[in-house]
């Protein structure tokens, strides 16, 4: 027999002995599974528009063998069976696996094997759109007429473990944004004490989550903000969750259950006296819905300063072995052991004959996006020539896992770059907030290309002739300011072994001052970096691999004169690098 056939033939027998013939059921037959009694529990759910909910009691214990009987109303299904039956104008309703009780509007039978129906809510619904519910479990063996009644008539009757009712609530973005929560969050001082309140009022009841994290755009970096004393008024059930066990407000995060109505929540901070300066976020989310994502819920978000010092950036130190993978070594900012763990960075890297990164390599701030951003300028991007002349831009990119991808895809800057022999990042020679590079051709000249700024368009503008004369040199290095003037200066070792300052002007028609001698004896080492400041004193330093492979550092001053204080040793076996960087 076709199902279309099966449909009509349902329709000429009586409704419900009908559907059971059709799924193949007969009435009275079977037995109940009294040793496995399903128990359900019933209850009201809010949504979203633009979501399609199940509709039904939960299953809490036993095991369901039996039907299922849901009917759906745009009334509380009290009055007589059927007045209000449907859903209201525009939802509609998908219920695969359960069959739409005949000469009944809106109720289905849902067997064991499937799941119950589910409403299509459109994106426009109304606000407050209600479809109310009545639920009859009928075991098998008993009569499914008699579980159809009682589905219809459920808001007249006791509810109980297998009877009852509940409803879909449809609340708007507007509605749920009458949740709202507002900040009272004074500035921290270093070794100071600091009260904040937030008041919730609470519009509908809901969950409601506060995280603590750094605003976008902050140097990385935690020192401990103390969190304590917190309390919270009637109606909201809080718990706290701490990733540390300093109880750090930066590592914690705060999760409430709310009552409807007005609410607050206490807690005291207080300030290391080493703090530094930065802008903290609390970031609320309010969930009214019982059906949809953290998409859905209402974020909103308050902001309060530390005070202090400015923090200072941490450095890193790119390093390329002979496989031509390319690791970042971590700045600690502590002159003893001034890098940390290596992470590698990537790989095919040994394609570039000459690389440089155009100003020091600094941490990642605390930024999410995926694609480079005006912030991510001064803070690394680095070029790199192939064998065939190409010049290559790889942008500093900020992304969830900084240690990996510190670089956005790389950006063909043109060809012809195999003229130089030398390309050295040079810093913002000229201060317009835009990182400039250095090329030195075969004949000794030194030409400076002035970085755009652009992430669309051309990288650095038509180059500018800086001199003659370069070709004395066999090292450069540049990008940051030796000297403490806010200029980029640069370093270079001539085939003696003299180590020569230029100090920066600040003018990209006369970039550099005439050089000053540092000293001797630099003939020794076979990569020499300006990294940036490595020991968090604010001044730049520099370092320097002699040929056995061991690594020095040289600690800067922030002068012209006696530019380092001298050498320390980092480490050896940093000979399995063909460049740093």
């Known amino acids: 027999m076709s199902k279309r056939m099966g449909v009509r033939r349902a329709a000429a027998m009586s409704g419900v002995a009908g559907l059971l013939a059709v799924a193949g059921v007969t009435a009275g037959a079977g037995v109940a599974v009294a040793a ?310 990537g790989r095919g890297w040994q394609t570039y004959n000459a690389i440089t990164a155009l100003s020091p390599l600094k941490n990642d701030l605390n930024y999410g996006a995926m694609k480079p951003s005006a912030v991510t300028r001064g803070r690394g991007d680095t070029v790199g020539r192939d064998a065939s002349g190409t010049l290559w831009y790889y942008d500093r990119q900020f992304v969830s896992n900084q240690y990996d991808y510190p670089f956005a895809a790389r950006v063909r800057v043109g060809g012809g770059w195999n003229v130089y022999d030398r390309i050295d990042g040079a810093g913002d020679l000229d201060r317009d907030g835009y990182m400039d590079l250095l090329a030195r051709d075969k004949a000794g000249v030194l030409w400076l290309y002035k970085g755009t700024g652009s992430f669309t368009g051309a990288r650095f503008k038509a180059r500018v002739r800086i001199g003659g004369g370069w070709g004395a040199y066999d090292r450069l290095a540049g990008g940051a300011d030796l000297t403490g003037d806010g200029r980029a200066d640069l370093l270079a070792r001539d085939r003696a072994g003299v180590l020569w300052l230029y100090k920066g002007t600040g003018d990209a028609t006369r970039p550099y001052a005439a050089r000053t001698q540092i000293g001797g004896g630099w003939q020794g080492y076979d990569q020499l970096v300006v990294t940036g400041d490595l020991t968090d004193d604010g001044k730049a330093d520099a370092v320097a691999r002699d040929r056995t492979g061991v690594l020095w550092l040289y600690k800067g001053t922030g002068k012209a004169t006696g530019t380092f204080t001298g050498r320390t040793r980092i480490g050896g076996g940093w000979n399995t690098y063909n460049h740093l960087f």
């Open 36 to 345: 496995d009694e399903p128990r359900f529990s019933m209850y009201d759910m809010s949504v979203p528009p633009g979501t399609t909910p199940v509709i039904g009691p939960m299953l809490e214990s036993g095991t369901r063998y039996g039907w299922a009987v849901m009917a759906l109303s745009t009334k509380p299904l009290a009055g007589p069976a059927g007045d209000g039956a449907g859903v209201p104008a525009g939802l509609k309703v998908n219920a695969p696996g359960c069959v739409e009780v005949p000469e009944a509007t809106a109720v289905y039978a849902c067997p064991s094997s499937s799941r119950f129906p589910e409403v299509v809510v459109p994106a426009d619904a109304a606000d407050m759109t209600t479809v109310h519910w009545g639920f009859a479990y009928v075991p098998q063996g008993e009569s499914l007429t008699a579980g159809v009644e009682a589905a219809r008539t459920a808001g007249s009757r006791p509810v109980d473990a297998t009877h009852g009712t509940g409803k879909v609530v449809v609340k708007t973005a507007a509605h749920a944004e009458l949740n709202t929560v507002g900040y009272e969050m004074p500035d921290l001082s270093p070794g100071g004490k600091a009260h904040h309140r937030l008041r919730v009022h609470a519009n509908d009841a809901g969950k409601l989550r506060v995280f603590f994290s750094l605003a976008a755009g902050q140097e990385l970096g935690y020192e401990t903000i103390g969190f304590g004393n917190f309390t919270t008024s009637s109606g909201l059930s809080c718990r706290l969750r701490h990733d540390d066990v300093d109880e750090s407000l930066l590592w914690t995060s705060v999760w409430c259950d709310a009552e409807a109505g007005d609410h607050t929540i206490d807690y005291d901070l207080t300030g290391a006296t080493d703090l530094r300066a930065r802008k903290i976020v609390a970031r609320s989310m309010y969930d009214i819905y019982d059906w949809g994502g953290p998409e859905y819920d209402v974020t909103q978000q308050g902001t309060f300063a530390t005070l202090g010092p400015a923090v200072r950036p941490r450095h890193f130190l790119l390093a390329r072995d002979s496989s031509g993978t390319l690791f970042r070594h971590s700045g600690t900012r502590v002159a003893s052991t001034p890098f940390g763990q290596r992470f590698e960075t």
